[in-house]
């Protein structure tokens, strides 16, 4: 894969980074830590998630470790303790966390060439030998998925939709407009066959 390949999956990276982190701005503790699914999907937690994807991917894949211990982790650590803040760990704390993790896999993409050979050690060992280029291929792709999990939690806390604060990438019109669309839409669904 040519270096401009390569350069082309970071930026990718850092753009989806950039929304998850912008989706917390002007919240307040609580709206920013509660759950908003069944299944507990909250902004906070969904960047305590990917710090770690990034630490686990980008460093502990390609023997880079990132020297900070994630004691959700850890074998006895709860299930899905890594989706979710407990009361002691601050906003600052989990975004600087990201953002340390972020540096950190940007020195391993910076370092490593794209064919570069690593493992994924909770991956099925017939499939857990990857490249880099595979490695951004998927930390893209599952930072942009819960980017987009974190814009419709974040539409449902307050409104605030988009792709990023200079560019929201939403239609400029007011609230009668999208009340109207809402209710086509609903009437769609309701006479569909």
Not at 20 to 30: A, F, I, Q, R
Not at 34 to 49: A, F, I, S
Not at 79 to 91: F, K, Q, V, Y
Not at 152 to 158: H, V
Request: with cysteine.
């Amino acid at each position: 894969m040519p270096e401009a390949a390569k350069q082309t999956l970071h930026r990718y990276l850092r753009i989806a980074r950039d929304a998850m982190v912008w989706k917390l701005d002007g919240l307040s503790e609580y709206d920013a830590r509660r759950p908003l699914t069944p299944t507990g999907t909250n902004l906070l937690g969904l960047v305590k998630h990917l710090a770690s994807v990034e630490v686990g991917y980008f460093g502990d894949a390609f023997g880079r470790p990132f020297g900070q211990p994630l004691p959700w982790w850890d074998d006895d650590a709860e299930d899905n303790a890594d989706l979710w803040a407990t009361a002691d760990e601050s906003r600052a704390d989990i975004i600087g966390l990201y953002q340390r993790a972020c540096l950190h896999s940007d020195a391993t993409i910076k370092a490593l060439d794209a064919d570069a050979v690593g493992r994924v050690p909770w991956w099925p060992p017939d499939r857990n030998e990857v490249t880099l280029h595979q490695v951004l291929v998927h930390v893209v792709a599952e930072t942009n998925r819960h980017a987009g999990h974190a814009d419709i939690l974040r539409e449902r806390i307050d409104g605030a939709v988009g792709l990023r604060v200079d560019r929201d990438n939403i239609p400029a019109h007011g609230e009668q407009w999208w009340a109207d669309l809402c209710a086509r839409i609903e009437q769609a669904a309701r006479t569909a066959r």
